[in-house]
């Protein structure tokens, strides 16, 4: 809110694209950086779903600690890069639709964000890790991976059920209970 305050400071067009421009170089500063606490959680999951992969396909060559060890690597990165994306989206979301008064905008829809977006934003990343870890596993063990939707998903996901999973991975929506299993060999 002090930034906004600061840089919204004098009310004008030009105002809004600082706030948006300094926005973006902070998240992109911490792009690539993921607090320890959310790797640990992070590793569990996927530890889970290597588990899962190797029960579904047997021993693999591919799916080791070594390929797990790089995998969660580039995952911190591109994690922590999308999550920075998606929340300078909604800020500038809020911004958009505020009616000349940026800064009471922020305020009002950000006075509770930390605990609200930090609880949705920490279910979508444990199903997101999951489902990516499980893809990767299976494409390195040499199998494809199908989409999983349980009975009362959307329509959208339900369309997706049983399709090969290619570029998009559940979950696909806030909520999305959906989740990826083997499928062909490859």
């Known amino acids: 809110m002090r930034l906004a305050e600061r840089v919204l400071g004098v009310r004008s067009g030009d105002a809004l694209t600082r706030l948006l421009d300094e926005l973006s170089a902070y998240y992109e500063g911490l792009a690539g950086a993921m607090p320890t606490d959310q790797k640990v959680a992070i590793e569990?999951?996927?530890?889970?779903?290597?588990?899962?992969?190797?029960a579904s396909v047997g021993k693999s060559a591919g799916v080791t600690e070594d390929w797990l060890s790089g995998y969660l690597s580039q995952y911190y990165s591109d994690a922590s890069r999308r999550l920075c994306r998606a929340n300078l989206a909604q800020v500038e979301r809020i911004v958009a639709g505020a009616d000349g008064d940026a800064v009471n905008a922020l305020r009002s829809k950000l006075g509770g964000w930390g605990d609200v977006r930090a609880e949705v934003m920490a279910r979508h990343e444990a199903a997101m890790a999951l489902n990516k870890t499980l893809v990767a596993g299976f494409k390195v063990a040499g199998y494809s991976a199908v989409w999983k939707a349980p009975p009362g998903s959307c329509k959208m996901c339900l369309l997706m059920n049983d399709q090969t999973v290619t570029t998009l991975t559940p979950p696909l929506h806030k909520?999305?209970?959906?989740?990826?299993?083997?499928?062909?060999?490859?």
């Open 44 to 54: 569990k999951i996927a530890r889970t779903a290597m588990k899962r992969v190797t």
């Open 175 to 186: 909520g999305c209970a959906c989740t990826v299993d083997k499928g062909a060999r490859a």
